[in-house]
């Protein structure tokens, strides 16, 4: 030891028989301990002295036991023990390979076993204990920060004591002997602390420290199964009393026919001249025949590998060891933990299970921890299962979101065991016991349908009828077999999957049986198109074209040109996503119906022309409104005949691959398709049908003599199903099964594998029967068959190319012309030769591997190497200084271009992928977003008015920023204009593909015309008695886009009833219809309750909606409301321009409207509530009122307008409040009555102009 350390140690004080004398340096000595251990080496020296010094045995467990009073000291030494007590595993982060290190490694892992022992005092557990419970019961007002270190502390020491493993040289006891670990779990109990863990598991103000707990309790069972916890103290059913007695009956047989077989085999003669035999037959390493020198009865062993040294297998390719270890602990250990299991299942366990699940989810815990949770999950799953199976103590791991959960991470798992090689084992254990809770779950859910409970019954039905319905609980387990790897996962985990695999699919023909059309959701990976080749186009001769309208002519004449209605509602002339206005896109419209006419489709074309009509009607271009069929007819021949200017397509200079295939609309917006199908329980069990799946069956039935009667009645049930239920016996014809077979029958025992050696001797039937017919049999038992090979051999051979596309040979006349061909091109410098010739070869069904073969086959070329194809974007990799400074002038002289990365791509010298263009303007630093490279598409066509549109005022009345509502926009261009910018052929990535958004005037009139059927809907709840929902929903909506206006942010808000008038609405169908019509999201899934405001819904969509829902009034308030809104249309334009302020005589103390505070801002949001309500009451009033108001509206105006931005906030909410000032005050009318004028006028006119304007309008309809 070092003499440092040494000091140390030795200042902390001596053991005098059981007393313990501390020195006055003892609680700095500690101290100088930790400080020790913080900076040790990577061999983790001072940990290594401090174990052999046995410093914690002697030391540090006195002090805790005998000087416990002294908190500082008792503090230290708790954390001093903390530290010392560390996994090994944490001290070196794996286990070592190297051999030094591994050596470092073993003798921590015992100097921990050493402490392990001394841990199990029940005095020790004791002062712990009660320090323990004197801390918990400290409320959280009292409690320091120290004392929650010091709860923590201990947690972590009695975790760390039970995490350390077995030492195998000293726990060689039998079962039902008293090992460490029991006698510390014994200490536990006898202190106890066992009562503390479930106190901590179930008290509300104690929850953090639930995952310790967890922990800890996962620890203490480590060794124990709950199989043996259940059975503890009671009598043994009739079941396991005849298990027990087949499993002795078959040792019995096995035992008996060895010895008659020794019987037999023994000579009457004694064995010391034994003889020599020459096996005819068998050939030695000559010519000659084998000479066996040993008695006949051991020529059955006989091999020539006998001698041989044996073959050492590499490390990677060794098989995967069960790491599992169960013992049998005492019998008061064990009635001690059965009790510990009872009282926390009843108390502690759903309540622990949620909190550590919420801790898993928020990402709260360290990692790898959800292993303790799934551990948890399986063991007191299966504890409640045979306990008596109440369901209600296991509720909260018992749902559709554990499925999910546990198949979430068998999936994490499986994919990183495929990417971390070097980790794999480790991964391979996590998924063990991710599938060993995924059984406990279809166990728990398949004991509950034997329950004579109803409503658990129909519990079951429920949680079955959501497993069985999506995909991914049903492929888990064909991917798990099909992927199954001996060296990576043991035997235990292909038992644990084979035995989960029955019972899944048990279950599932059961819940098939008395279903005829049983629903599950399948998806479909949406694959990419390959582009297709180009095709040379036919010209277009007269000749051509005249045969062509004969066709489509005589076709339109026998149909009476009539059409279909589908094929009119399919006719659409015009690209409505196209950056061209609809009013100049006639040509494009008669392209189409010239290439529907080429096409030889008459009716399209004639679809198409009617469409055209009523889109175009001005000038009969596509014919009068009245035109008869025989004037169609010429119309149509016209076009066709016609020589219409088509748009020139520029070639790309990138490589073909790299824009990848241009995906159908539906690809982009998505590229899996969830549909639904009818289930099939036997197309399901097709898929185990294949070599892939059989093989992990047969592998696990190699051990059949050490598997439970259980797991051999599973392998035999699924080959059963593949071999009679599929009729595919031959699948199993394979020498490897045979030979199992031959070992199953040949086995003394054979009586106790009935099962196994019916389904054999079936099987070798079948094969036998086939021989007789089929004389290549024998010869198929050496390969592994698919299904077509098992058709084949039972059903017969087909001869060479049936089925299959024969190639077309090639005449001396193509190989001439090919020869011709390659002789013209060769020397042309052309990248492609082969490409070249493609189209110009006389039969073009050609592909391109078969002209590079008969090229190769004929002497043109060496190799196929010569003719492969170059692939482009990868023969250029670095930039040259010139190439930089090419592309950053082209950037500079095209940034302010709408194209600004097509301009570039068409003018670069040297031809590269637009991936990797966008990456070097990246790493350039020329932008800093790959966005700012999209196409910067115009909203509209030039030259158009600069006024406020009718879409620009409701944004200005929402209250959002200019730059937020510019930005917006922006935001709207980039996504129309997202390019692809991956390189499908040199990187491999595939390519983004978005969805194309809708434009914007559209969806503004859909908004409007959505706003006014809710105000319809609204109308007629309110007469039903629903006026106080409707109003609740509106402020709802109202709090919603406050809410999403001050955070920034948008999330899902969920619409809580408070009321049981609002509980009654809520449930009403016609009142749910509004409420989708708002649109609120309904309760996704039963895990749900509540109505939802979606976050894709921005805070302008939702006071639109909020103002949809104001009440209508009656005519007098229309009336009146009528004068306050002329009364608006002065105050509001009043200031709307320098020139009318002058005008006026008013100062600069009235803003305008970018100038406007928060409360000018609130006034135009509540503005937009009223909107559509007072365009309908303009609309209601009789013109004769208009003019009266109208007058009253100027009069006042004027002096109120500088008056109306100088109110309070307060003062708006009375406004706002209150009926009658709403009606009489409302500045949101003043607003809208001058909008209503201002949309006649035009925006640009001055304030005072317009002013006079609606005075001579209203006196011209007087």
């Given at each position: 030891m070092n003499c440092e350390l040494l000091a140390t140690c030795s200042a902390l004080g001596c053991l005098e028989g059981e007393t313990y004398h501390k020195e006055p340096d003892c609680l700095e000595s500690v101290k100088d301990l930790i400080r020790y251990l913080r900076h040790e080496d990577d061999t983790r020296d001072i940990r290594q002295q401090l174990g052999a010094g046995q410093i914690l045995q002697n030391d540090l467990l006195p002090i805790i036991t005998q000087h416990g009073q002294d908190k500082p000291l008792f503090d230290a030494c708790i954390r001093l023990m903390v530290n010392l007590t560390q996994p090994a595993l944490l001290c070196f982060g794996k286990v070592p390979d190297d051999p030094i290190f591994?050596?470092?490694?073993?003798?921590?892992?015992?100097?921990?076993?050493?402490?392990?022992?001394?841990?199990?005092?029940?005095?020790?557990?004791?002062?712990?204990?009660?320090?323990?419970?004197?801390?918990?019961?400290?409320?959280?007002?009292?409690?320091?920060?120290?004392?929650?270190?010091?709860?923590?502390?201990?947690?972590?020491?009695?975790?760390?004591?039970?995490?350390?493993?077995?030492?195998?040289?000293?726990?060689?006891?039998?079962?039902?002997?008293?090992?460490?670990?029991d006698r510390l779990l014994w200490a536990i109990h006898m202190s106890g602390t066992d009562d503390l863990l479930k106190f901590l598991a179930s008290a509300q103000s104690e929850q953090q420290w639930s995952m310790h707990v967890l922990e800890v309790i996962s620890l203490m069972f480590r060794d124990q199964t709950p199989e043996q916890l259940v059975s503890v103290g009671q009598t043994r059913s009739v079941q396991e009393k005849q298990k027990d007695s087949a499993e002795l009956e078959a040792l019995r047989q096995r035992e008996q026919a060895e010895k008659r077989s020794r019987t037999l085999q023994r000579g009457s003669r004694h064995s010391r001249f034994r003889g020599s035999y020459v096996v005819q037959g068998l050939k030695s390493l000559g010519e000659n025949d084998v000479i066996f020198h040993q008695g006949l009865h051991n020529f059955k062993n006989y091999s020539h590998d006998a001698g041989k040294p044996v073959r050492r297998v590499p490390k990677r390719n060794r098989l995967a060891q069960d790491g599992e270890s169960h013992r049998r602990s005492v019998l008061n250990v064990r009635i001690f933990l059965r009790e510990f299991c009872a009282d926390f299942l009843d108390n502690c366990y759903n309540r622990l299970m949620y909190l550590v699940k919420e801790a898993l989810i928020r990402e709260r815990a360290q990692q790898h921890d959800e292993t303790y949770y799934m551990w948890s999950l399986s063991f007191f799953m299966a504890f409640n299962r045979g306990n008596g199976c109440r369901p209600e103590l296991v509720s909260e791991t018992l749902s559709i979101r554990a499925f999910h959960f546990i198949e979430k991470n068998i999936t994490n798992y499986y994919e990183m065991m495929l990417t971390d090689r070097k980790e794999a084992t480790s991964w391979s254990r996590r998924m063990h016991l991710a599938l060993k809770a995924y059984q406990e779950l279809l166990l728990t859910v398949n004991e509950m349908d034997r329950s004579k409970d109803e409503n658990i019954r129909q519990s079951s039905s429920v949680i079955k009828s959501n497993i069985f319905y999506l995909m991914e609980y049903r492929e888990i387990f064909l991917t798990l077999l099909r992927k199954f790897d001996e060296r990576v996962q043991p035997r235990s985990f292909l038992r644990d999957l084979v035995e989960s695999t029955h019972l899944f699919l048990r279950m599932l023909e059961r819940f098939?049986?008395?279903?005829?059309?049983?629903?599950?959701?399948?998806?479909?990976?949406?694959?990419?198109?390959?582009?297709?080749?180009?095709?040379?186009?036919?010209?277009?001769?007269?000749?051509?074209?005249?045969?062509?309208?004969?066709?489509?002519?005589?076709?339109?004449?026998?149909?009476?040109?009539?059409?279909?209605?589908?094929?009119?509602?399919?006719?659409?002339?015009?690209?409505?996503?196209?950056?061209?206005?609809?009013?100049?896109?006639?040509?494009?419209?008669?392209?189409?119906?010239?290439?529907?006419?080429?096409?030889?489709?008459?009716?399209?074309?004639?679809?198409?022309?009617?469409?055209?009509?009523?889109?175009?009607?001005?000038?009969?271009?596509?014919?009068?409104v009245d035109v008869v069929h025989e004037e169609e007819l010429e119309l149509l021949k016209q076009i066709l005949f016609a020589e219409l200017p088509r748009p020139c397509v520029p070639e790309q200079a990138v490589d073909e691959d790299e824009e990848g295939a241009e995906l159908d609309e539906e690809e982009e917006l998505e590229s899996v398709r969830v549909s639904e199908t009818e289930f099939n329980f036997l197309d399901f069990i097709k898929r185990f049908a294949s070599p892939n799946m059989v093989r992990p069956y047969l592998v696990l039935l190699r051990s059949y003599a050490t598997n439970t009667p259980h797991t051999n009645h599973c392998i035999a049930r699924m080959l059963y199903r593949v071999a009679v239920d599929l009729k595919m016996e031959a699948q199993l014809f394979q020498l490897s099964v045979f030979y199992l077979f031959n070992k199953i029958l040949t086995d003394p025992a054979a009586a106790a594998y009935k099962e196994l050696a019916t389904f054999a001797k079936y099987v070798l039937k079948r094969f036998?029967?086939?021989?007789?017919?089929?004389?290549?049999?024998?010869?198929?038992?050496?390969?592994?068959?698919?299904?077509?090979?098992?058709?084949?051999?039972?059903?017969?051979?087909?001869?060479?190319?049936?089925?299959?596309?024969?190639?077309?040979?090639?005449?001396?006349?193509?190989?001439?012309?090919?020869?011709?061909?390659?002789?013209?091109?060769?020397?042309?410098?052309?990248?492609?030769?082969?490409?070249?010739?493609?189209?110009?070869?006389?039969?073009?069904?050609?592909?391109?591997?078969?002209?590079?073969?008969?090229?190769?086959?004929?002497?043109?070329?060496?190799?196929?190497?010569?003719?492969?194809?170059?692939?482009?974007?990868?023969?250029?990799?670095?930039?040259?200084?010139?190439?930089?400074?090419?592309?950053?002038?082209?950037?500079?002289?095209?940034?302010?271009?709408?194209?600004?990365?097509?301009?570039?791509?068409?003018?670069?010298?040297?031809?590269?992928?637009?991936?990797?263009?966008?990456?070097?303007?990246?790493?350039?630093?020329?932008?800093?977003?790959?966005?700012?490279?999209?196409?910067?598409?115009?909203?509209?066509?030039?030259?158009?008015?600069?006024?406020?549109?009718?879409?620009?005022?409701?944004?200005?009345?929402?209250?959002?920023?200019?730059?937020?509502?510019?930005?917006?926009?922006?935001?709207?261009?980039?996504?129309?204009?997202?390019?692809?910018?991956?390189?499908?052929?040199?990187?491999?990535?595939?390519?983004?593909?978005?969805?194309?958004?809708?434009?914007?005037?559209?969806?503004?009139?859909?908004?409007?015309?959505?706003?006014?059927?809710?105000?319809?809907?609204?109308?007629?709840?309110?007469?039903?008695?629903?006026?106080?929902?409707?109003?609740?929903?509106?402020?709802?909506?109202?709090?919603?886009?406050?809410?999403?206006?001050?955070?920034?942010?948008?999330?899902?808000?969920?619409?809580?009833?408070?009321?049981?008038?609002?509980?009654?609405?809520?449930?009403?169908?016609?009142?749910?219809?509004?409420?989708?019509?708002?649109?609120?999201?309904?309760?996704?899934?039963?895990?749900?309750?509540?109505?939802?405001?979606?976050?894709?819904?921005?805070?302008?969509?939702?006071?639109?909606?909020?103002?949809?829902?104001?009440?209508?009034?009656?005519?007098?308030?229309?009336?009146?409301g009528e004068g306050d809104v002329g009364a608006a249309a002065s105050v509001e334009q009043e200031g709307e321009g320098p020139d009318a302020q002058e005008q006026e005589g008013e100062g600069p103390d009235v803003q305008d409207q970018e100038g406007e505070g928060p409360d000018a801002q609130e006034m135009r949001v509540h503005a937009l509530r009223a909107l559509l309500l007072a365009r309908q009451r303009k609309q209601s009033n009789d013109d004769t009122k208009k003019s009266s108001f109208a007058e009253k509206t100027i009069s006042e105006g004027e002096t109120q307008s500088v008056g109306v931005e100088d109110k309070t906030s307060a003062k708006r909410r009375r406004v706002l409040d209150s009926d009658d000032e709403r009606d009489e005050d409302s500045p949101s009318r003043m607003i809208f009555q001058a909008r209503d004028h201002s949309d006649e006028e035009g925006q640009s006119a001055p304030a005072k102009r317009r002013r006079q304007r609606v005075l001579s309008d209203e006196e011209d309809d007087d």
């Open positions: 591994r050596h470092h490694y073993l003798k921590v892992v015992s100097h921990l076993q050493a402490y392990k022992e001394a841990f199990a005092n029940e005095k020790v557990f004791t002062v712990l204990s009660e320090t323990l419970y004197n801390l918990l019961q400290l409320d959280w007002e009292q409690r320091h920060e120290e004392d929650n270190l010091l709860i923590e502390r201990i947690l972590l020491l009695i975790r760390n004591v039970l995490h350390v493993p077995a030492d195998p040289s000293q726990d060689k006891n039998v079962d039902d002997d008293a090992s460490v670990h098939c049986t008395g279903r005829n059309n049983l629903l599950v959701q399948r998806k479909k990976v949406k694959r990419r198109k390959q582009k297709p080749k180009p095709v040379p186009q036919v010209e277009n001769t007269p000749e051509v074209l005249e045969e062509t309208w004969q066709i489509v002519s005589e076709e339109l004449r026998s149909s009476g040109f009539q059409l279909s209605a589908a094929l009119m509602e399919g006719a659409v002339p015009f690209d409505a996503t196209s950056e061209v206005p609809v009013t100049e896109q006639r040509t494009e419209a008669m392209i189409r119906i010239q290439d529907a006419l080429r096409a030889r489709t008459g009716p399209e074309a004639l679809g198409l022309l009617r469409a055209a009509r009523e889109v175009w009607p001005e000038g009969d271009v596509f014919g009068s036998f029967s086939l021989a007789q017919h089929n004389n290549k049999a024998f010869v198929e038992l050496l390969f592994w068959k698919n299904v077509g090979a098992v058709r084949e051999m039972t059903e017969g051979y087909s001869k060479d190319g049936d089925g299959a596309k024969k190639k077309a040979p090639w005449t001396p006349e193509e190989e001439e012309e090919l020869r011709q061909l390659y002789e013209e091109h060769r020397n042309s410098g052309v990248p492609d030769v082969v490409e070249t010739l493609l189209p110009l070869l006389s039969n073009t069904s050609r592909t391109r591997r078969q002209v590079v073969a008969q090229m190769v086959s004929m002497g043109l070329v060496d190799s196929v190497k010569d003719l492969k194809k170059e692939r482009k974007g990868t023969s250029i990799v670095l930039w040259t200084e010139e190439q930089e400074e090419e592309l950053h002038m082209l950037f500079e002289e095209y940034k302010d271009s709408h194209d600004v990365l097509g301009n570039v791509l068409m003018r670069l010298t040297a031809k590269r992928s637009r991936a990797r263009i966008v990456d070097k303007i990246l790493s350039m630093g020329l932008v800093s977003d790959r966005r700012d490279l999209y196409k910067k598409r115009r909203r509209g066509p030039l030259g158009k008015s600069s006024g406020m549109t009718e879409d620009e005022f409701f944004s200005n009345l929402s209250g959002a920023p200019r730059e937020q509502r510019h930005k917006k926009g922006v935001v709207e261009e980039e996504e129309e204009d997202v390019e692809e910018d991956e390189d499908s052929d040199t990187d491999g990535e595939r390519e983004q593909t978005r969805p194309v958004p809708v434009k914007a005037g559209r969806k503004r009139e859909s908004v409007q015309g959505k706003n006014a059927d809710l105000r319809g809907v609204a109308q007629i709840l309110r007469r039903e008695g629903m006026s106080g929902p409707v109003l609740w929903l509106q402020n709802c909506l109202n709090r919603a886009a406050d809410d999403r206006e001050e955070d920034g942010v948008s999330y899902p808000v969920a619409l809580v009833p408070l009321t049981e008038e609002i509980e009654d609405a809520m449930e009403n169908k016609r009142f749910q219809r509004f409420l989708r019509k708002v649109g609120i999201r309904a309760p996704a899934d039963e895990q749900e309750s509540f109505w939802r405001i979606p976050a894709a819904m921005s805070a302008f969509q939702l006071r639109a909606a909020a103002a949809s829902l104001i009440p209508l009034e009656g005519s007098e308030a229309g009336e009146q």
